[in-house]
């Protein structure tokens, strides 16, 4: 079954930042649309930003913009979520997901491969 891998998760403070990354050796992402997600306890999953495979287009959640960001590097094979001013809130598992889809969102259903989550803990 082909997945993601997600590195860069751990603990922060509030205000502190972390950087995720997201990377498969099994496929190619460039063909592919990706989008970060998260899950907190006792929450729905809900989609965070997404990145069309040409990196032009980007979709960000209301919540986290201007705090959250994401780039893709093609060569290296890899996606990234930069998170700052973090808040207690943003406490999660953080998914990356890929999608061979036509446009950027930030809902489940289109991705087809899931990395197995990361968790990033805001607390002091």
């Known amino acids: 079954q082909l997945r993601l891998v997600e590195s860069g998760g751990g603990l922060a403070q509030p205000g502190g930042s972390l950087r995720l990354s997201c990377t498969t050796s099994?496929?190619?992402?460039?063909?592919?649309?990706i989008a970060w997600f998260r899950q907190a306890p006792g929450k729905d999953r809900e989609g965070v930003l997404c990145?069309?495979?040409?990196?032009?287009?980007?979709n960000t959640r209301h919540s986290v913009r201007g705090r959250f960001t994401i780039a893709r590097d093609n060569a290296k094979n890899m996606v990234f979520l930069q998170m700052n001013n973090l808040k207690p809130e943003d406490t999660a598992v953080y998914f990356c997901?890929?999608?061979?889809?036509?446009?950027?969102?930030?809902?489940?259903?289109?991705?087809?491969?899931w990395g197995q989550g990361i968790q990033v803990t805001v607390s002091s």
């Open positions: 997901a890929a999608a061979k889809y036509p446009t950027c969102p930030i809902v489940a259903d289109p991705y087809d491969y």
């Open positions: 990145i069309s495979s040409n990196g032009e287009t980007t």
């Open positions: 099994q496929f190619t992402l460039d063909d592919y649309v």
